[in-house]
DNA sequence: TCAGCATGTGTACTGGCTGTCCATATGAAG
DNA sequence: CTTCATATGGACAGCCAGTACACATGCTGA
């Protein structure tokens, strides 16, 4: 698990080989076990390193769980542009429910955003790092959508941003109801062609 | 703060006494020092009790804060119903707004709904007595609604539960944009009248 | 090439929380 | 009133966060 147990003996270390074992080493934990498994003592253990080694480079240890989930999955962010936004979008939220219920992914992406309500460090890099760059994603390719006439021109792109991810986020943290891809289809249909007669 | 500081020695006490002494300090740690707050330790102290008497009767520090907020706030849980889904929506949702932007409340209800991403005691307990139960009360209010032929029939009311509240949630656990009652606003219109022109 | 320094690293320690064991005071049953 | 079952409380070990201090090593200047 870790190759490098051996400690080097005390002083420096090149920042860099330290950093990266580390990350390794609380992605692991991460996966493995959960964000409740990342903690400071363990990770310094797994890594062979120390506690204070990571007190200086992270204030929390859900800041630590969120950048070695960041690096460790790089998921694609590219949005799909056939020019229609309906299929485009029912594309993108399949791909994104199917990612969330994935066993390895869904509880730790439920984890993270779960300790970030207590973590304003965890909290401040998931929003940089994930969910605004997400966000403006989809409200970019949902102005191009408008622009060529497939949205109307008079709502706020935010708001269908949260009616589709959101819902999506809401039955992962809150797990009243199934998510499926069919869930995913009629969420589309639903946001695009309104609940009135 | 907690009146009944002194102990009153060893042995037996009547169990309803206690139990409604500690969650009567688990409630004032739960809205004065937040979720992070209410472990057993501090809670058994706060209420002159023993770790043990807690042990026994809840299954997680979670679980204990859970019960605690639902038996201190109990919330309106009627929906308005005027014969107007659109107007009875909005209401209730900027109402819930309001009660979620609020800073006692949005909080601790995103710190309980946080914490339940790795305590399954307290996702069941918040499940059962909290986002269920109000989940069943909007579809049921939408049922309504569609058989006054004001929904579309073939659509389902559970994704519009996720849409508008979900969607709020979002914003509370996720606040990469703002939550107003302009938005709740929005959003029922956004639901209701779809987003293609 | 080598010495000195600044910096990052490791050890040790305190304090808080979890979870459990065991003695015991008390309420309830007979 | 006596006896018993049971809830209660104190104590304890283990894990983790956070901090203070000693020190080895990579870098810099001569």
């Known amino acids: 698990m870790s190759e490098t147990a ?24 991460l996966l493995s076990e959960g964000i409740k498994a990342v903690t400071f003592d363990r990770v310094a253990t797994a890594a062979g390193s120390s506690k204070m ?6 204030p929390s240890a859900g800041a630590l769980a969120a950048e070695a989930y960041f690096a460790h999955s790089e998921h694609q962010l590219e949005f799909p542009d056939t020019g229609d936004i309906r299929a485009d979008l029912t594309a993108q939220l399949c791909a994104f429910v199917r990612l969330i ?20 460090e ?6 940089e790092h994930y969910s605004a760059p997400r966000r403006a994603l989809a409200v970019a390719a949902f102005e191009k959508a408008r622009d060529r006439g497939q949205l109307r021109a008079d709502i706020d792109l935010g708001i269908l941003v949260d009616q589709l991810w959101g819902a999506c986020y809401n039955r992962l943290l809150i797990p009243d109801a199934p998510l499926t891809e069919d869930y995913a289809v009629a969420l589309v249909a639903n946001a695009l062609d309104g609940a009135a007669p």
Chains 1, 2 share one sequence.
């Open 101 to 120: 219920t994935h066993e390895g992914t869904g509880p730790v992406l439920a984890g993270l955003i779960g300790v970030a309500q207590t973590d304003p």
């Open 53 to 58: 080694t990571l007190y200086k480079w992270w």
């Open 6 to 29: 051996q400690r080097r003996g005390r002083g420096r270390r090149p920042a860099g080989e330290v950093r990266e074992g580390v990350l390794r080493a609380a992605a692991g934990l």
């Open 122 to 127: 965890l909290s401040a890099a998931f929003s």
